[in-house]
């Protein structure tokens, strides 16, 4: 089974700084592009950051210049560096994946997700 594991949310002043971690478990041949988004209470969920396979990155106008998306392609696991947080980042942050399993084709997957607090 497949399946992508988020971590690293919890609580933190405004200003302050956190790192998601998310990774994926199961049968994988390869994981194309990998993203982070984030649902706020009474919100759409919405993309924050994309990272290639070849590491190519793009960012939401809101979070560039403050939140940096990696990837370590040998441990199958992606980063979002979340630095100089502001109250409106609070929201549960989601892992989604692009992946191809071993003898399957290539299906979308979303991990369960993180809370992520910043209180002022």
């Known amino acids: 089974q497949v399946q992508l594991v988020e971590s690293g949310g919890g609580l933190v002043q405004a200003g302050g700084s956190l790192r998601l971690s998310c990774t994926a478990s199961?049968?994988?041949?390869?994981?194309?592009?990998m993203g982070w988004y984030r649902q706020a209470p009474g919100k759409q969920r919405e993309l924050v950051a994309t990272v290639t396979s070849g590491s190519n990155t793009n960012y939401a106008d809101s979070v560039k210049g403050r939140f940096t998306i990696s990837r370590d392609n040998a441990k199958n696991t992606m980063f979002l560096q979340m630095n100089s947080l502001k109250p409106e980042d609070t929201a549960v942050y989601y892992c989604n994946a692009d992946i191809q399993a071993i003898l399957l084709g290539t299906n979308n997957y979303w991990g369960q997700g993180t809370q992520v607090t910043v209180s002022s």
């Open positions: 199961g049968d994988i041949f390869r994981i194309n592009a």
